[in-house]
């Protein structure tokens, strides 16, 4: 049986309720060199390495990109090892886009910590939001 309790009670935390995400006890939970992956056909996508740099690139992210970015988890995943998180995520861009998406995060655990997380999602989404682009109906 997992002995992640602790991380899963923080994910609910963290990705539930849009505006009322509270991050405090998931980044509490992170190893100090924790690697984070985020999709690098988004501006702002790359590895982050440790907990400094993962705060730097939220820092950013509101910075340049959004305005708020929030989570609603569908369900938190406890699979021993891992730590699996889909979530509906809600943003408004910097150019006034409002976007919905759904995520995945992926989360390696070890002796109680994260030390490795990433992100699954449709970029193209989140590109649109940030620069603007207006989708446009089918006409099919």
């Known amino acids: 049986m997992s002995d992640n309790a602790r991380i899963v009670e923080a994910c609910r935390l963290a990705f539930t309720g849009f505006e009322k995400n509270e991050r405090g006890p998931l980044l509490a939970l992170l190893a100090d060199d924790a690697v984070f992956e985020f ?25 340049n990109y959004y305005e708020y970015f929030n989570y609603d988890a569908i369900d938190v995943l406890d699979a021993g090892t891992h730590v699996i998180v889909p979530v509906v995520a809600r943003a408004m861009s910097k150019h006034g886009r409002f976007m919905e998406n759904q995520h995945c995060f992926l989360f390696k655990v070890k002796d109680g910590k994260i030390v490795y997380g990433r992100i699954y999602a ?17 006409r099919a």
């Open 39 to 63: 999709p690098t056909s988004l501006p702002y996508g790359g590895t982050y390495v440790g907990l400094d740099k993962f705060k730097a690139f939220w820092a950013d992210l509101y910075e």
């Open 122 to 138: 449709d970029t193209a989404k989140g590109r649109d939001a940030i620069e603007g682009l207006v989708k446009h109906p089918s």
